[in-house]
């Protein structure tokens, strides 16, 4: 089309203006377009059809790209027809419809059972270790999310039912069991805590009395591991990835760790089903009668 490069401009300003994307996004946008046009020898844009920009994609992967590249260029082209339709230049867009291969799940990395409970080894030497400990703790016993536990009253956890309130993604409500020993690290962190000066009913407090911020945890977190010597960096979702891999390895019930990990869908969950094949052979052979070996 007459003026393309101007439309390009004109959406690369868009983005930066009213959408105020990242100078970064913009400048991926801005290559993905320039690239696919001259992959269509710019051909103008009231032409190229879903099947030309489908091809595209198919040419791309043939070429290398990987899903997550390819999910990309996808997101600018559907940007950039949305955009022209927007605008009048086009009555319907080609790329809406586009889909881009869907990127692998990854199991999310967790630290096995010994890591945990080496981390879980805080020296109550003042009230700021045992209101860690009793942070951690919660963490791995239930597998709440960060914004979870740093949400929490006083009110929220019930220490003779072993059981906390928590307010989870989309404002629904779930009651958790809470283990033993973590109840107990939170009995010992209240101890603490009604000697401190406190300006609100949260849980977890700080050294002014305000709650415990998101970057607070996740700072001590960082400096546990160091303290504790692990060999990998440790964070609230790196515990809450580790309860729900060691709930799964023990119990096999997808549905009740669904249900504790407070998942609207039972797919998020099935992650943590993508267990290490290694580990699943072993098993195999140890446990069917058909797997084990004539003179075992």
């Not at 103008?44 to 994609?57: H, K, M, T």
């Not at 080894?121 to 963490?139: C, G, K, N, Q, S």
């Not at 580790?242 to 096999?252: D, P, Q, R, V, W």
Request: with cysteine; charged share 25%.
């Amino acid at each position: 089309m007459a003026g393309q490069a101007d439309w390009l401009e004109r959406f690369t300003r868009f983005l930066a203006t009213e959408r105020q994307l990242s100078p970064m996004t913009v400048r991926n946008y801005r290559f993905e377009l320039e690239r696919a046009m001259a992959m269509l020898d710019n051909k103008p844009w009231q032409q190229v059809s879903r099947q030309e920009l489908a091809g595209l994609l198919a040419k791309l992967h043939r070429q290398g790209l990987g899903p997550r590249s390819l999910a990309l260029t996808a997101s600018a082209l559907k940007q950039f027809g949305k955009f022209l339709v927007k605008e009048g230049l086009l009555d319907a867009d080609p790329a809406a419809t586009l889909k881009a291969p869907k990127q692998p799940k990854t199991l999310p990395k967790n630290l096995d059972v010994d890591s945990v409970s080496h981390l879980l080894e805080v020296a109550p030497e003042d009230w700021i270790a045992v209101r860690d400990r009793a942070v951690m703790e919660l963490f791995y016993s239930c597998g709440l999310r960060l914004a979870e536990l740093a949400a929490l009253d006083l009110q929220h956890l019930d220490l003779q039912s072993r059981e906390v309130r928590v307010m989870g993604k989309g404002s629904k409500e779930r009651i958790l069991p809470v283990g033993k020993v973590a109840i107990d690290a939170i009995q010992a962190w209240l101890g603490k805590r009604s000697e401190l000066y406190c300006a609100d009913n949260a849980l977890f407090i700080s050294s002014r009395g305000t709650r415990l911020s998101h970057r607070s945890i996740q700072v001590r977190m960082e400096k546990w591991a160091q303290i504790q010597g692990l060999a990998v960096g440790v964070h609230p979702h790196k515990l809450r990835h580790s309860f729900a891999t060691h709930m799964l390895e023990s119990s096999g019930d997808l549905r009740a760790v669904q249900e504790l990990l407070g998942h609207a869908n039972l797919a998020t969950t099935q992650i943590y089903t993508s267990l290490d094949f290694q580990h699943l052979a072993k098993v195999y052979d140890s446990a069917h009668p058909r797997a084990r070996k004539k003179d075992d």
